[in-house]
Each structure stands twice: as C-alpha cells, then as structure tokens.
C-alpha cells in the first residue's frame, strides 16, 4: 500500500464526512449592529455529550512540524466536537481518517485557505494541530465532562503527508 498522501484544498464538499469548514464563505451570513458587523451564522454543529458535559472556548498555540509530515498518530474525540479557528490568515494543515470498525482508516489531508477552520464531529479520527512554518494561535471550540474524551491511535508504519508543489512551508 502506498503511504504517501498529497494534502488537496479544503472544501466544504470534501470534507463533509468528517465536519465542518468555518470561513466566510458561506450563504447563511446577514448585517447586524446596524449594519456595522456581518454575521456569518451557525457555522457548525458543536457536540457535547455525557456527564456534566459542557463547551469550551480556548486558546491554542501550535508550533509547526517539518514537511514532508511523518503521520504516525490520530485521536478523535467520543463525546464532544472540537473545532480549531486560526487568529490569523495563515493555512494549515488537517488530517482526518474515516472510521473502519473503531479504527482509523486510510487518512486524507487538506490544506486551510487563509482564514478557514474547520469543526471535527464527533469521534472523528484526525491528526494533530499542524500549523506551517511558524507557530500560530487558534480558537478552539471543544467539551469538557466528566469522562475521557480522548482516544489516539499509533499507525504501525507512519504515512507521509506532503504539500502541494506550489506550497513551501
């Protein structure tokens, strides 16, 4: 089997089955304020579930990994979303396998236009926060409770994840 992935662009269709893409592209925008702000409106589906489940906002820094990515380990989440908005117009890198009877399957990465994020669902398996080149901080959207909401996976043989041509990191 070849380990070798290309991350391709982030789209909202793409990325469907794993959650949702947070930019402003979008139609579900309108003014508010008096027509001083745009309202980009119910972006995701943020998921909390089990004991004494709650939503939490947070801020992440997260330095950057050498490219070509040597993807050895995914996590995913069972009781909670977890969305990552970056403070910046920077892209980043999100990695998300499909589930193969509770286990991660063959991974597939995008690579962020500036100002998008994205919003896992549920035990969604995915990759770590992967900014390029420099460190960069995000807004993340996840569930605190009372259980563990934290499954990670080691792959046998890491995948190498490389970025497009046009992409230096």
Aim: charged share 20%; proline share 10%; aromatic share 10%.
């Amino acid at each position: 089997m070849n380990r070798i992935l290309t991350a391709v662009p982030l789209t909202r269709k793409a990325f469907a089955p794993f959650g949702d893409v947070l930019d402003t592209d979008c139609p579900t925008h309108f003014p508010i304020n008096r027509g001083k702000c745009e309202r980009y409106h119910d972006l995701a589906t943020v998921e909390a579930a089990g004991t004494n489940a709650r939503v939490l906002i947070s801020i992440f820094r997260g330095t950057p990994y050498p490219f070509p990515l040597k993807l050895d380990l995914v996590e995913r989440h069972p009781f909670g979303s977890q969305a990552f908005m970056p403070l910046d117009d920077r892209p980043f890198l999100v990695v998300v396998c499909p589930d193969e009877n509770g286990m991660p399957g063959r991974p597939q990465a995008f690579l962020t236009s500036p100002g998008q994020g994205v919003n896992y669902r549920r035990n969604v398996w995915h990759g770590v926060l992967t900014p390029m080149g420099q460190a960069q901080d995000f807004v993340v959207v996840d569930r605190g409770g009372e259980e563990n909401n934290l499954e990670e996976f080691n792959f046998e043989t890491p995948w190498e994840i490389r970025l497009p041509d046009s992409i230096v990191s």
